[in-house]
């Protein structure tokens, strides 16, 4: 996905500026304090606390504090494979948007340059881990994006109760009553969030629970398929194969070949 290269914690410097050069990697950038000044290109952004900025290789940048003086930003820096570049090929040269899960990155950043400067066994490992998961932050935060704040959270209301009640028959009426919409516009507007319809969804939650029962207990397969609330357990068959691409059997078979 990525090899990290470095990463800084640019921490309130009154006389930092970045002379205009060509980005040698990719950085993902997460401003925490104050505001700073980027020209990328021939455009000039005026980045805050909670705002993020990729910018790509190649793309020629400069920076300084902004006219209320010295801000805190946390950057990492990465070449990427042709996965990661697909990823983000729909970015352009840079990309800039505000963070809707702001604390939550700021700690993994945080972590990220503790172990990065800490440079303890398996540093590299770790922080390598981290910013895999920034970067998917990032792509999860360009797509949400795309959506109204409303559409969000209702989607998240509807995906909380499918992870809480997915034992359960779940109908979308039922999912429409929860978050006063009708039943279209749940089937839509939870798949333009998520990728999947909400049924799609309650099976993809109740495949995973399956696996872990089947490698951490002793449960049956047809025990498995009852207890996730599946009257057939060639129904459930396929469901699994279809969302894993193997048959729950072949989990059984690993599990008494390494016992």
């Known amino acids: 996905m990525l090899e990290l290269v470095s990463v800084y914690l640019d921490d309130m410097h009154a006389e930092w500026r970045k002379e205009a050069e060509a980005t040698l990697t990719d950085i993902l950038i997460l401003v925490t304090h104050g505001s700073v000044l980027y ?26 504090n902004a006219a209320d003086g010295p801000h805190q930003k946390y950057s990492a820096h990465f070449h990427l494979d042709e996965r990661g570049r697909e990823l983000l090929a729909d970015t352009g040269g840079y ?9 939550y990155m700021k700690q993994r950043f945080t972590i990220l340059s503790q172990h990065w400067f800490g440079q303890l066994p398996f540093a590299d490992v770790i922080c390598s881990g981290i910013a895999i998961e ?44 929860l978050v006063d919409r009708a039943p279209n516009y749940v089937t839509q507007s939870f798949k333009e969030v998520t990728g999947l319809t909400p049924i799609s969804y ?40 279809k969302t894993m691409g193997y048959p729950p059997s072949s989990i059984v078979r690993e599990v008494q070949r390494l016992t």
């Open 95 to 103: 990309r800039m948007l505000r963070a809707r899960s702001y604390d």
């Open 39 to 64: 020209t990328l290109e021939d455009e000039t952004l005026l980045l805050e606390k909670g705002d993020l900025l990729l910018i790509r290789k190649g793309v020629m940048r400069a920076g300084e």
């Open 202 to 241: 309650m099976h993809q939650v109740r495949v995973h629970a399956a696996r872990d029962l089947i490698l951490n207990t002793r449960m049956t397969i047809r025990e498995v398929s009852d207890y996730l609330g599946y009257s057939d357990q060639a129904h459930f068959n396929r469901v699994f194969k």
């Open 134 to 177: 920034l970067l998917g932050c990032f792509v999860q935060e360009t797509m949400d994006s795309r959506f109204t704040s409303v559409k969000l959270r209702l989607m998240s209301e509807v995906q909380k109760y499918i992870a809480a009640h997915y034992r359960e028959p779940i109908r979308i009426e039922e999912l429409a009553r």
